[in-house]
């Protein structure tokens, strides 16, 4: 496994170290509008006026998070089709001149800063060198000690990112509390979230008078487009922000609102892993936060998050009960809000927003939600997107399989999650942890299976015919009920059907190995990860080289070229010979490239293959 090219942040008008690698990524980041090299967006002295004054310390920790944020989004990761789990996963190296360098240099503190980086991220590694000598000037009359935030009585901090979960923690807060309400909201600049979160803020204002201060910290990339979208370091910056007014407010807490299935985020296909799955409210990452952040207080702190065990549905149905029902419509769930159109709020095509459009089906509030705020309706319009349409089918999969399993199953086949979340979540004891995680999930399961039965009453008409690609027509399919290498398979047989003949519409393959070059570059070019005739697979006694082998799936893909003159019995007499040497946990497609149509009945062809064991067979001319 080769080691990930090494990232180096220079920050704060450090100098590069003399033992930085010569390979290296070397990036200066600074924040000052006078620095000709600025690259990072942070109104840090808009926010200290906010609040008045900052202790030196939670000046540079506000700092360490911005310079992480913006280095997160400056480090690509490699492209969505590299499925090796070493290619996305980084090496993030930072040096940074800072305030009180003796503290930031202890081992314990860069070894909790890096420890909880590392696991909300997915990266390889988080190295920090904190250097002395930095400094800014005081923000106004008000930056001192003396002048302090003065509560009138209880209260609380809470972020708010304008989405679902955080607005519904909030209103239920302000229901069952006296608490003024602290809310915390970052902003990377995009105009759409800054007027969500206004329109919410008039309106919480409106309803509880008094109760409400808002702040916005806005932080991110200028002079240059993100290479990376994935932001996992925006839960710190996030909990660097609220915990910073926390400390203003003499408080030892803060609260993020976060439902429990997209908290624990399970894994939906096994190449979710490591840097592919968010983690960023995970029980974990809260734990990790919330242990950095005691360090940088020398107190205790913690992270809280009310939602551990509620679903989508349960957020959506809690709003209805704490009178949130009018701003359901006017929340953002949405995390790719660039792609919406014209009028619209949502995408409609994300994880976030298929996850919302279930949870509101189920909740019987999607006359509330589908009120035109999504640029896509999924439901009934062709998904183009081979992304959209495999997030949809996994979220549907995952969500079917945890309605029906037992709690047994449940803690046997997801075992190796279970053990980052049990000792993080309050329970008395591993087996309580465990019934309350499996019945987290049973219960949204079931939720997102009552959510198919309406949306299918809803809308689908028996008068007409489903749209071929819609979700509707998925789901009448039971494409979620297929395993991975067949869909694979599918996916692979649609793009081969396209491409061959286009590919020699001219000059036919010589022999079958020019059939196979061309389908490897075609499998290459729309980002499938397959060995080529490469390595062996054992079997018995022999050793079976197949044309092609999935690196992620069960999958073998073998091709047979139909030349003209050659009788097809001799294609399903060589396919017949290959069936019997695959171990019978492989799924095989077959690919049969019969350019003369010498196969007169397709069907025939590949029911009489198809029958003998679990295979595809593609004809294709």
Request: hydrophobic letters at 40%.
């Amino acid at each position: 496994m080769n080691a990930p090219t090494p990232n180096v942040f220079l920050c704060n008008g450090a100098d590069k170290p003399a033992d930085v690698p010569q390979d290296a990524k070397v990036v200066k980041l600074a924040y000052s509008k006078d620095d000709p090299e600025r690259l990072v967006n942070l109104k840090l002295p808009t926010f200290v006026g906010q609040v008045y004054h900052l202790p030196p310390r939670i000046l540079d920790l506000l700092e360490i998070a911005a310079y992480v944020f913006a280095a997160d989004r400056w480090a690509h990761r490699g492209p969505k089709e590299a499925v090796e789990f070493h290619a996305w996963p980084r090496s993030m190296r930072f040096v940074i001149r800072v305030r009180e360098a003796n503290f930031w240099s202890r081992a314990e503190v860069k070894e909790k800063l890096a420890a909880a980086l590392v696991f909300m991220t997915g990266d390889r590694e988080y190295a920090f060198e904190f250097l002395p000598g930095h400094s800014t000037p005081v923000t106004s009359l008000f930056d001192r000690e003396e002048f302090k935030i003065e509560p009138r009585g209880p209260a609380s901090v809470a972020l708010f990112s304008g989405g679902l979960d955080s607005l519904a923690g909030v209103l239920e807060r302000l229901q069952s509390t006296e608490d003024d309400l602290y809310l915390i909201s970052h902003r990377s600049g995009q105009p759409s979230t800054k007027r969500t979160q206004k329109k919410l803020v008039e309106a919480l204002t409106a309803s509880y008078p008094g109760r409400i201060h808002h702040y916005a910290f806005e932080c991110g990339l200028c002079n240059k487009r993100a290479a990376e979208e994935t932001q996992r370091t925006r839960a710190f910056l996030f909990g660097s922000i609220a915990f910073a007014l926390a400390h203003r407010l003499l408080l030892t807490s803060f609260f993020v609102y976060e439902n429990g299935v997209t908290s624990l985020n399970l894994l939906r296909r096994q190449d979710l892993i490591n840097a592919r799955a968010s983690r960023t409210t995970h029980p974990k990452t809260h734990a990790l936060m919330s242990l950095f952040l005691s360090e940088v207080q020398e107190a205790p702190v913690k992270v809280l998050n009310p939602f551990w065990q509620r679903t989508k549905t349960d957020v959506f149905q809690l709003l209805d009960q704490v009178g949130g029902r009018n701003l359901i419509g006017s929340a953002v769930s949405c995390s790719k809000t660039f792609q919406r159109l014209e009028s619209a709020t949502h995408c409609g095509c994300c994880f976030q927003c298929i996850d919302r459009r279930f949870a509101a089906y189920a909740s019987e509030l999607h006359d509330v939600d589908n009120c035109g705020i999504y640029s896509k309706d999924i439901f009934v319009d062709p998904v183009d997107s081979p992304d959209t349409r495999t997030t949809a089918v996994d979220y549907i999969r995952q969500a079917t399989d945890f309605a029906t399993t037992t709690d047994d199953r449940f803690a046997n086949e997801r075992l190796f999650e279970l053990t980052d979340i049990v000792d993080y979540i309050n329970a008395d004891g591993d087996q309580d942890a465990v019934d309350k995680l499996w019945q987290l999930c049973n219960r949204h399961g079931k939720q997102v299976v009552a959510a198919i039965k309406e949306i299918r009453r809803q809308l689908d008409d028996p008068r007409y015919k489903v749209k071929p690609g819609s979700l509707l027509q998925l789901i009448a399919d039971r494409e979620y009920l297929k395993d991975d290498p067949r869909r694979l398979a599918e996916r692979i047989t649609e793009t081969l059907i396209g491409s061959l003949p286009v590919a020699f519409k001219t000059t036919k393959p010589q022999k079958e190995a020019d059939l196979n070059n061309q389908i490897d570059a075609l499998l290459r070019a729309h980002g499938d990860d397959f060995r080529r005739e490469f390595p062996a697979t054992q079997f018995a006694l022999a050793k079976v080289v197949p044309d092609h082998e999935a690196k992620n799936a069960d999958l073998l893909v073998e091709a047979k070229y139909i030349r003209k003159g050659t009788p097809p019995s001799k294609a399903s007499d060589g396919i017949a010979a290959d069936i019997t040497k695959y171990p019978s946990d492989k799924f095989i497609l077959f690919i049969i490239y019969d350019p003369e149509r010498a196969i007169s009945d397709d069907t025939e062809f590949k029911r009489d293959i198809e029958g003998k064991r679990d295979c595809l067979v593609a004809v294709i001319r």
